[in-house]
């Protein structure tokens, strides 16, 4: 019973009944309920709230019921009755059921899976919310199950179990490279949900544990043999493909696709090399492994050499899990009465018939016999007797473990006294820790104020930054407008330039109008004084006409005496009459005609005068109008060249002022300059200065000079800040009085800047600005510079090459006397000292002396180098006048032989107290360190104008070799003697109490910081000192200040 009830749990609710069974049921509708019946037991023992593993036997009957009815109606049926979103491991194990269906079942399964999308989002989405458990990988699978529908109906040539043949794989993409490209992309995806869903069961498993022989690890185990299955084919689609589109694209092309690759490659074989080692794939899947390395797709014959992974599953696998879990084989239908039978035959099998077991058998009462009676009498009877051995073996046992527990407790009580003891050892210790704590946090906050100060001074740094940008910027804007106000200024000159044009062609037409005008007029009156002449001519003729008639008529009538005679002459005289008339007719009608022609003449004349006229006024207009225009631009151009003077004014201004803040900005502390490079800034800046009169008197005598005058405004704004900055760098680098004057004289020359950029701001002021102030206060920062100069050595050519010599034979002389001390100091130490101290004085004073053999060769080797570099380098020259040509390097020569000679000097001064035993060690292992550096000081020196193939050279890098190895020698000796002499204390603290110890700790706590922070503050001092012994080598002998002064 037991059994059957558990079997009854396992499912959350009742079987559902998918078909109602109908009075006239034919056998297609009994074989149809017969296939739902057995669908949705297997479907409820498949998919459970019991944390194992699905059985494939019952995932197989799902199989074959959705290639029974070629699709999954009756599986989504009875799945959409489960409450899969309250159980994550039913959702789990229905993942699991379904993966297979989507692998191995119909392929109407996807097609009639898609109307339920929508649902699996949604569920996914839910059980996203959970950071752990079953719920956290519930919305992996049922993401990684989404995908795979997805996949397989944009892409319907893919079987659910991805098995093809290559023809088939070519075939899906279409012989189209986009095809390919877009489908390797999917692909991709598709392997990318996979091993997320790898990797998610992975971390959820505790490996360390054998995890794979639990019902537990084996449940969520079991559906990575669908990813196993799905992740060989994909990669080896995916492989195929990007050879094939290698051969088709470019290599930069598929970059993308390649890193990707090269990603999931290393997943995938992680993956399933941990998969082959666990124990429960061993016995249910052969997992393949992948090649130690990629293909290589950038070598098309790589191709040949992939192998496609095969993944192999043995044929009659049966689950391990089905060791472990309880048997669900026998869910009881209370519907079905054929499953009676067989319930109560395991009923009868497992507790016996009920005839006997009823004692009261009223059916059978007479049928009983004694024997019957006596036997179940015997056997209560033993089973009772069974029943008391097993109590008082109960009872044995309980004293027993009894005892022990005794034992055990003692045992504890001892254990808690000795821990009660540690913990007053721990609280004692606590108190310490404590105090170190607030030590340690002291110290924090001390670093994290220096963090935050750190943090200001970087904002501050980035503060100066973006206003040196805006700075810049506003330059620019400013530059450009003055290139605008330039171009318009051009522009407006050569408006100017075509109104004069247009005025002086006005002119000209008028002048020509006027000339027309005249000439016309000329030519009427000459015409009107010839039609004059002309009339008056005839008029002349008319008289004298009618004089000759008068003067014929008083013939006639004088002569009426003789009419015959004077008949002919009458009749004559009548016809030159009718003649004259007829012609004075013709005269009068010509008189009229030129009349007419005169009148006609007189209109045009009027017309063409009234023309020239309006012409004349609308030119005179027009010239009136570009004058006005003219008048504007110039107003305005005017108006434009002050406003850009008093931009680049107020940008100079701008300029100056934030060189003058720079001065107190904390982060502009650190920042240094020469005395030089302030002297060539200060001497541009008064050349700037001295431009600025000339240019303004320039420009108010003619505005259209701006140009220079801008020029001038701009360079000198810029030229005075940078000589303000650069004269606050120098101040950090002098003493403290000369650097108070020198910051005084910088800041009296800003204040003089900005009152003559103020002056000239308007134009009233302008005239009165007055720059000798502000040259006063430039050449007091000249002054101040020219006193800070480095003085440098100023010799003769002849007394510089004697000084080389004198030098050279000075560091000889110094090294031989050294050597010769050192001989004397060995010798008294063997005549005085005995035992240890003799032996240890002998090695530190040999090794001196080897080291002064060395540094002596080297010395002659320096000679002879230098010699082969006088005699090439010197040409027709004296030697005196080669070292005073290369007086710079001369210089470095002198330096670097007087510090051989002084390292030498201070070297047997310091073995000298060492073998008295007034000395300290560490003074000579400094002084082996120093003369190391002098001579490669000397070396360096040698080895600037030396040819690289020279023996001479060659000798004196064997002999720097040489010192360097005497020098270790030294300070190997004197570490050696050091050790040998010095005592070393026994340390023995076993007479010490608990306290005395502590005591004696926290004592050598505070001096080892006290020493800590003394070792800090001497590094810093000894880098302060090289930093000034720097600063002076550079002044004695003039280093960086050309480079200062280029710069």
Same mark, same amino acid.
């Given at each position: 019973?037991?059994?059957v009830?558990s079997?009854?749990?396992q ?6 009944k998918?078909?109602r069974r109908?009075g006239a049921a034919n ?11 057995v669908?949705?037991?297997s479907?409820n023992?498949?998919?459970?709230t019991q ?12 199989i074959l019921?959705t290639h029974h009815?070629?699709?999954a ?8 009755r489960?409450p899969l979103?309250?159980n994550?491991v039913?959702?789990?194990k229905?993942c699991?059921?379904f993966?297979?269906?989507l692998?191995d079942?119909?392929s109407n399964?996807?097609?009639d899976?898609?109307?339920n999308?929508a649902?699996?989002t949604d569920?996914s ?11 956290k990988?519930?919305s992996?699978?049922?993401k990684l ?6 996949f397989h109906?944009?892409n ?10 290559n023809r088939?794989?070519e ?5 189209d490279?986009n ?12 392997l990318e949900?996979q091993?997320?869903l ?6 959820s498993l505790?490996m360390?544990?054998s995890v794979?022989?639990?019902a537990?690890?084996q449940?969520?185990l079991?559906?990575l043999?669908?990813v196993?299955l799905?992740?060989?084919h994909?990669?080896?689609y995916?492989v ?5 589109l290698h051969?088709?694209?470019?290599a930069d092309?598929?970059?993308g696709?390649r ?12 993956l399933?090399?941990r998969?082959?080692?666990l124990?429960y794939f061993k016995r249910l899947i052969q997992?393949p492994?992948?090649p130690?390395n990629?293909p290589n797709f950038?070598r ?5 050499e992939h192998i496609?992974?095969v993944v192999v599953?043995?044929?009659?696998s ?7 879990m309880?048997?669900t084989?026998?869910l009881?239908?209370t ?5 009676a039978?067989?319930v109560e035959?395991?009923f009868d099998?497992?507790f ?5 077991i009823?004692p009261?058998?009223?059916n059978?009462q007479n ?5 019957d009676k006596?036997?179940?009498i ?6 009772i007797?069974a029943?008391k051995?097993e109590l008082?073996?109960?009872?044995l ?5 009894c005892?022990?527990l ?8 001892a254990?808690?006294?000795?821990q009660s003891?540690?913990r ?11 105090? +170190?704590? %607030?030590?340690? *946090? /002291?110290?924090?906050? $001390?670093? !994290? #104020?220096?963090q935050r100060s750190?943090t ?8 100066n ?5 805006k700075?810049k910027?506003?330059y620019?804007?400013?530059?450009q ?5 330039l ?5 407006v000159?050569?408006?100017v330039?075509?109104a004069r044009?247009?005025q002086d +062609?006005i %002119?000209a037409v *008028? /002048?020509?109008?006027? $000339?027309k !005008? #005249?000439a016309?007029?000329d030519?009427?009156?000459r015409?009107e004084?010839?039609?004059r002449e002309?009339?008056e ?8 006409s009618r004089?000759?008639?008068d ?5 006639m009538?004088s ?7 004077l ?5 004559a005289?009548e016809s030159?009459?009718a003649?004259?008339?007829?012609s ?5 009608a ?14 045009s004349?009027a017309s ?6 309006k012409?004349?006024?609308?030119l005179q207009n027009?010239?009136?109008?570009k004058?006005?225009?003219?008048q504007a631009?110039e ?10 003077l008093q931009g680049?004014v ?5 300029i100056i002022q ?6 107190d900005?904390p982060?502009h502390v650190?920042?240094t300059s020469?005395?030089?490079y302030l002297?060539s ?7 700037c200065v001295?431009q600025?009169?000339?240019?303004r008197?320039a420009?108010l005598?003619?505005d259209t000079?701006?140009?220079?005058l801008l020029k001038?405004?701009t360079?000198c704004?810029?030229l005075v800040g ?5 004269g ?6 002098v003493p403290v ?7 005084e ?5 800003g204040?003089e800047?900005l009152l003559?950029?103020?002056?000239m ?5 302008i005239?009165t600005?007055d720059?000798c102030?502000l040259?006063?206060a430039l ?6 510079a020219?006193?800070?100069?480095p003085?440098?050595l100023?010799l003769?050519?002849?007394e510089l090459?004697?000084?080389?010599e004198q030098?050279m034979a000075?560091t000889s ?6 050597a010769?001390?050192i001989e004397?100091?060995?010798?008294k130490?063997r005549a ?13 004073l040999?090794?001196c002396?080897d080291l002064?053999?060395a540094?002596?060769?080297l010395v002659?080797?320096s000679k002879?180098?230098q010699k082969?570099i ?8 004296s030697?005196k006048e080669?070292y005073?040509k ?10 670097a032989s007087?510090?051989v000679?002084?390292?030498?000097t201070v070297?047997v001064?310091?073995a ?10 560490e ?7 120093e003369?190391?550096a002098?001579?490669a000081?000397?070396?360096a ?12 050279l ?5 002999a720097?070799?040489g010192?360097?190895?005497a020098?270790?020698?030294v ?10 002499i010095?005592d070393?204390?026994t340390?023995d603290?076993?007479?010490m109490?608990?306290?005395q110890?502590?005591?004696q ?7 080892v910081?006290?020493?800590?922070a003394?070792?800090q503050?001497?590094r ?7 930093k000034?012994?720097y600063?002076?080598a550079g002044?004695a002998?003039g280093w960086?200040a050309?480079e200062?002064?280029?710069g």
């Open positions: 019973m037991d059994r009830k079997s009854m749990q499912v959350p609710n009742a079987i559902p998918v078909i109908t056998s297609l509708e009994l074989e149809r309920e017969n296939f739902e019946r669908q949705a037991v479907i023992k498949a998919i459970n944390e194992v593993a699905v059985k494939e036997k019952h995932a197989r009957t799902c019921g009815e070629k699709g109606h009756t599986f989504w049926a009875a799945v959409n489960l979103s309250g994550a039913l959702c789990w229905f699991h059921v993966h297979k269906l692998r079942g119909h399964v996807i097609k899976s898609m109307r999308k649902d699996l569920m989405r839910m059980w996203g919310h959970l950071s752990e458990g079953y719920g990988l519930c992996i699978y049922l199950i989404i995908t795979k529908m997805e109906i944009k319907p040539r893919f079987p659910g179990n991805l098995q093809m043949s088939q794989l075939e899906a993409g279409e012989n490279v095809n390919f490209f877009q489908l390797t992309v999917e692909m991709f995806d598709y949900c091993l997320n790898f990797l998610g069961v992975f971390s505790d360390s544990r794979s022989v639990t537990a690890g449940c969520r079991a559906p043999i669908q196993i799905d992740c060989s994909l990669y080896d995916t195929k493909l990007l050879f094939k051969s088709c694209l470019p092309t598929l970059q696709h890193d990707r690759f090269q990603e999931q490659f290393k997943k995938l074989k992680s399933f090399y998969s082959s080692n124990q997992i492994q992948l130690e990629p950038l098309a014959s790589a191709l040949s496609s992974p599953i043995p044929a009659e049966s689950s391990p899990e089905s060791e472990h309880v048997e084989d026998d009881v239908d519907d079905l009465p054929v499953l039978a067989p035959t395991k099998d497992m016996g018939t009920s005839a006997a009823d009261f058998n009223f059978n049928g009983m016999r004694k024997d006596d036997r179940l015997e056997q209560l009877t033993r089973e007797q029943l051995d008082e073996s109960f009872r046992e309980n004293g027993r473990l005892q022990t005794r034992g055990r407790v003692n045992e504890l009580e254990e808690l006294a000795e003891h540690l007053l050892q721990a609280a004692g210790e606590s108190e310490f820790l404590k105090a +170190e704590l %607030d030590d340690l *946090r /002291k110290v924090r906050e $001390d670093t !994290v #104020k220096e750190l200001e001074i970087e904002k501050k740094a980035q503060a930054e973006q206003r040196y940008t700075l910027e506003k620019s804007e400013l530059v407008g003055h290139a605008e106000l171009r318009k200024n051009a522009e000159t050569r408006q330039t075509v044009a247009a +062609e %002119d *008028r /002048k020509e109008m006027q $000339d !005008v #005249k016309a007029q030519c009427a009156d015409q004084r010839a039609q002309h009339m001519e005839l008029q002349r003729e008319l008289v004298s004089a000759e008639l003067s014929l008529k008083t013939t009538a002569s009426q005496q003789s009419n015959e005679t008949g002919t002459q009458l009749a005289m030159h009459k003649e004259l008339v007829e004075l007719s013709k005269v009068e010509e008189l009229a005609v030129q009349g007419e022609e005169l009148e006609r003449v007189r209109s004349l063409e005068r009234e023309c020239g006229v012409t004349a006024e609308a027009q010239l009136n109008d004058e006005s225009r003219e631009l107003i305005q151009l005017v108006a434009a060249r002050w406003s850009s680049a107020e940008e100079a201004e701008k934030d060189s003058l803040a720079q001065i900005d982060a650190t920042c020469s005395a030089d002297a800034r200060c001497q541009a800046s008064l050349d001295v600025l009169h000339p240019a008197d420009f005598a003619d000079g701006v140009s220079q001038v405004v360079q704004g810029h940078d000589t303000i900055v650069q606050s760098a120098t101040s950090h680098m009085e000369q650097a108070d004057v020198l910051l004289s910088v800041k009296a020359c204040t800047a003559l950029l103020g002056h701001k308007t134009k009233e002021d005239t600005a720059n102030k040259k006063e050449q007091a920062i000249m002054a101040s020219e006193k800070l100069r003085q440098r100023e003769q050519q002849g090459g004697d000084l080389v030098e000075a002389a110094a090294v031989e006397s050294a010769a001390r004397e100091m060995l010798n130490s005085v000292d005995t035992g240890i101290k003799m032996e240890v004085n002998e090695r530190i040999a090794s002396t002064m053999a540094i002596k060769a002659l080797s002879d180098l082969d006088v005699e090439s380098g010197r040409g027709a020259a030697t080669f005073a290369n007086s710079r390097w001369t210089e470095g020569l002198i330096s007087k510090a000679g002084w390292g030498a070297m001064d310091a000298d107290l060492v073998v008295q035993g007034k000395g300290k060690f003074e000579l292992m400094v002084c082996s360190r003369i190391a002098s001579t000081q000397l070396v020196a040698s080895k600037v104008k030396a040819d690289k193939d020279s023996a001479n060659h000798r004196l890098q064997q720097s070799r010192v360097t190895q020098t270790a020698t300070v190997a000796s004197t570490k050696s003697g050091k050790s040998q010095e070393k204390d340390m603290f076993s007479s109490t608990l306290t110890i502590k005591r700790e926290m004592d050598a706590q505070v001096l910081l006290e020493l800590e003394r070792l503050k001497e810093e001092r000894l880098g302060e000192l090289r000034k012994h600063e002076l002044v002998e960086g050309d200062e002064g280029s």
